[in-house]
């Protein structure tokens, strides 16, 4: 039979608010009330198992009563603003789960519920209502049960004509004469002096009506009587006040009541945002039960998923279903892509999963799959699908069409998540739980392959996960505005890079094995005269030797010590450098050291013996300012600013005979990003007449014109410049610029007196992210920032600069990556043979053939200086060579 569940939503969340203890959210949202609702709301769903839930509420204050009695409900005391701002809450949250709620002005919710009560019972339908208001049980009936919250909101105790008897040993009607008769201090009903609810039972059970007890009053006695006689007008406008109005013209039907489960894809996010942890947990969706989450997708247990084993046998059948594949998951163990071991991969439908084994998969019979994972036109749903590409990849299969992936989703939602696996993932949104992968093969050195049932069932777990979690993920996208972000910049980006990676980049081993003799030589030399003016040998690379060596020995000033001794660190040595020439050797030597460790010889372990190239792995889903950045090896880091550093440069080369490298960097990107977020004329005044920002800045702090501007001044105004834009503080800057705190001060108090717009975008962006919990670059990149309220002053200080520094390197990050899909673009519809081999910082590096270098270094710049369009122009500069030294 269809069961109805009617909530008077004001009463049930005005009791959860003073029965819960004070809960907020991450981002300060109070949310006990609730939380409680919710609590209650989900143990009626699971218990009773409606076909039809309406949630009522008080559309005002204002209501019909207050035409005939002004004071009504006048003794209030007005509702706090912590449980205020939690209504709209529940009126989204009750949208997401997919549950009806209504009010209407001039009407209370008693008079909605006892409308809607009424329809259902003459249509004989069972009716539950839940409340904390007695005046309720006037409309029970052999149909409606009200059921009546105790314990705060943590038990509901339900009565029928029956349980009204027991109790009150009255007719359900009666509660209204009850209420005539001793009123409602809670609604303000004054009924009649004198009389509570043990005196007013004695009377209706004597007379049944307060019509007929005002009747009787002769054969009363002595202050009853008196009351009674004196308040009759009291009493007859208590009992009209406490009669819930049963024809309220509701604008709801029957099907818009009907509940056919909580709806996982809007639930699941807005559950997340409220922080109901526990509440997702013990969740199931659809099926409108509520009981316990332990169910895959297509109903199964979590722990039983059935898998078709793919070989020669069951091929067709999997051949047969590839156009319904829903999602793709591609097992691997290693952490470099490119050398990883390939362990499995499951095809799923919605319904069905297909394990495919690597021998298999590349036994030549695996033909049909083999078509369809290198179909670009086939959308493909799968997590970290760039890693997937490049390990099919060097397994002899392409993979192409990478339409969702649920790891890249996961990064934009949440950049500055520690855990974004799928099993964190499937527990984040509330889904059965997943083993993780240690759990299944062991950790570390324990890591073993299990047998090929334990396997495939892993991954077809994770596969049906996937197929859960991509709806949830593109409400979230949609609701962030996060779309574009997602399908048009980092989708198309994580194939560009997989391309990028599997192209790699040629080494010249001759040349790198020719820099690494010179830089011992270098090295051989700085040891020999350590050594001398130390007057003895000893390990350089050794703190505690060290320290005995410049504290002890020389006698250079202490300036920092450790549990274990003196501090040898860089900050030191700098600072002791003008003390002794032994120090800025010591400099000298380890910077050398690690170029010859770190990337000659790290450089030579890395060359692939097949293809005599470098494959780094860009990671896209790890800053969470939106940079990419690059593993095995990691090129992001190759130290520029000293010229042996630059000299690594030298051995990239083309792969092609005759070849070029082209480098093409984006020219003070962030400071042109800052001019436009910031809207500073200033600055916009310098770069739209493309002058020498730092010489400008210079002017417009030490307010001079530019023929004055010495080297130091513009070195100052260079510092200034790029700390602004990472949130820079006196102190920062004093080291930067060996100047004292308090004149690192002043000079920041001169730059946002000279540039006043920058000062407020500051302002604006911190009060922003304190009241949103959030920053977003241009294209709607977030970075939430959960310690921008912190007490503690150094949480609270660097939440502060990431507010100020995100939008600005996030919105260069992204930039240059839409620079990159565009190059790509174009690349492809020229048909030209140039490749794009590296993304390093602002910069991007290509192969040219000598007949095309003429167009890339017009066709580069141009692609780099339309990214984006800014109130500013961006600039990128362009210079090719022999290798990438050249190219700079």
Do not use: C
Request: glycine residues 8%; charged residues 25%; without cysteine.
């Amino acid at each position: 039979m269809e069961k109805l569940i009617l909530i008077d939503g004001n009463s049930i969340i005005y009791r959860a608010f003073f029965a819960m203890p004070p809960l907020t959210n991450s981002s300060g949202l109070h949310t006990n009330a609730v939380y409680g609702f919710t609590n209650m709301l989900l143990r009626l769903i699971q218990e009773e198992k409606p076909t039809h839930i309406l949630v009522a509420f008080d559309a005002g204050k204002e209501t019909f009563r207050h035409e005939g009695y002004q004071e009504y409900k006048g003794g209030r005391e007005k509702t706090p603003p912590e449980l205020s701002e939690q209504f709209p809450l529940m009126r989204e949250l009750l949208e997401s789960l997919g549950i009806a709620w209504f009010e209407l002005p001039g009407y209370e919710a008693d008079d909605i519920i006892g409308t809607i009560s009424k329809q259902g019972e003459d249509s004989g339908r069972e009716v539950l209502v839940v409340t904390g208001d007695k005046d309720m049980l006037q409309v029970v009936s052999d149909h409606v049960t009200v059921a009546l919250t105790r314990k705060g909101i943590s038990e509901v105790e339900p009565y029928g004509p029956k349980e009204i008897e027991e109790k009150y040993g009255l007719k359900p009607l009666q509660i209204i004469d009850l209420k005539g008769l001793m009123g409602d201090a809670s609604d303000n009903i004054p009924g009649v002096p004198g009389v509570g609810e043990k005196t007013a039972l004695k009377l209706l059970h004597q007379f049944g009506s307060v019509e007929e007890v005002l009747a009787h009053t002769d054969e009363l006695k002595g202050k009853m009587k008196e009351n009674l006689v004196n308040h009759a007008e009291d009493a007859m406008m208590s009992k009209r006040l406490a009669t819930i109005y049963r024809e309220v013209p509701v604008e709801r039907s029957w099907e818009d009541m009907t509940f056919g489960g909580l709806r996982e894809a809007t639930a699941v996010p807005m559950l997340r945002k409220l922080e109901f942890k526990s509440l997702l947990e013990r969740i199931s969706f659809g099926d409108g039960t509520g009981e316990e989450a332990g169910t895959e997708a297509g109903g199964e247990p979590a722990s039983e998923v059935e898998v078709t084993i793919v070989n020669a046998e069951t091929l067709p059948e999997l051949a047969k279903l590839l156009p319904e594949i829903k999602s793709i998951h591609v097992e691997s163990h290693g952490e470099n892509p490119h050398h990883a071991e390939l362990m499995g991969m499951v095809l799923s439908t919605a319904e069905r999963h297909f394990y495919l084994s690597p021998a298999f998969l590349q036994s030549g019979e695996a033909e049909p799959v083999v078509a369809w994972l290198g179909d670009e036109s086939i959308p493909k749903q799968g997590y970290d699908l760039h890693r997937t590409d490049l390990v099919l990849h060097w397994h002899g299969s392409a993979f192409a069409g990478a339409y969702f992936d649920i790891e890249i989703a996961a990064y934009l939602l949440d950049p500055t998540g520690n855990d974004q696996t799928l099993s964190a993932l499937s527990e984040k949104y509330g889904l059965p739980r997943l083993a993780s992968d240690d759990e299944v093969y062991g950790k570390g050195a324990k890591f073993k392959l299990p047998d090929e049932e334990t396997l495939s069932r892993h991954l077809a777990r994770k596969s049906a996960a996937i197929q859960r979690l991509v709806p949830l993920q593109q409400v979230e996208l949609e609701k962030f505005e996060m779309k574009s972000l997602f399908y048009d910049l980092e989708m198309p980006l994580s194939r560009i890079l997989a391309d990028m990676e599997k192209q790699g980049v040629a080494i010249n081993r001759s040349a790198l094995a020719e820099l690494g003799k010179e830089f011992e030589g270098q090295i051989g030399k700085l040891v020999s005269q350590i050594y001398d003016i130390a007057g003895k040998e000893f390990n350089i690379n050794s703190t505690k030797q060290l320290g005995e060596i410049l504290f002890d020995k020389l006698g250079l000033p202490v300036i920092k010590k450790t549990k274990t001794g003196y501090s040898t660190d860089a900050e030191v040595l700098e600072k002791l450098a003008p003390y002794h020439e032994i120090v800025q050797y010591i400099l000298e030597y380890r910077q050398l050291a690690k170029l010859q460790s770190t990337y000659v010889e790290g450089l030579l372990k890395e060359v692939s013996d097949e293809t005599g190239k470098v494959h780094t792995y860009f990671r896209q889903t790890i800053a969470a300012t939106g940079r990419l950045s690059s593993q095995f090896p990691n090129l992001q880091n190759i130290p520029i600013r000293m010229e042996e550093g630059r000299k690594i440069r030298k051995v990239f080369v083309p792969s092609e005979e005759g070849w070029f490298i082209l480098g093409a960097d984006y020219s003070q990107i962030e400071l042109r990003v800052l001019a436009h977020i910031s809207n500073d004329e200033g600055l916009q005044e310098a770069f739209l007449h493309d002058m020498d920002i730092h010489t400008k800045t210079a002017m417009d702090v030490f307010g001079v014109p530019a023929d004055q501007v010495d080297s130091n001044m513009r070195r100052s105004a260079k510092a200034v410049n790029f700390g602004i834009v990472y949130g820079i503080s006196d102190y920062g800057l004093s080291q930067n610029l060996n100047i004292t705190r308090k004149e690192a001060a002043r000079f920041i108090d001169q730059y946002f007196d000279a540039f006043q717009g920058v000062r407020k975008y500051m302002d604006d962006i911190v009060r922003d992210a304190k009241r949103d919990g959030y920053v977003k670059t241009l294209m709607e990149r977030r970075r939430y920032l959960p310690e921008i309220n912190a007490s503690n002053f150094n949480l609270r200080s660097f939440a502060e600069r990431t507010a100020m520094n995100t939008p600005i390197q996030g919105t260069a990050a992204d930039i240059i990556k839409l620079a990159m899909v565009r190059m790509d673009e174009a690349l492809h519809e020229r048909g030209l043979k140039s490749r794009m081999l590296l993304q390093v910082h602002d910069e991007l590096v290509f192969e040219v053939p000598p007949e095309e270098l003429d167009i890339m270094t017009k066709l580069v710049p141009e692609t780099m200086e339309k990214a984006l369009e800014l109130s500013v122009p961006l600039k990128a500069e362009v210079s090719s060579g022999t290798n990438w030294y050249e190219a700079k």
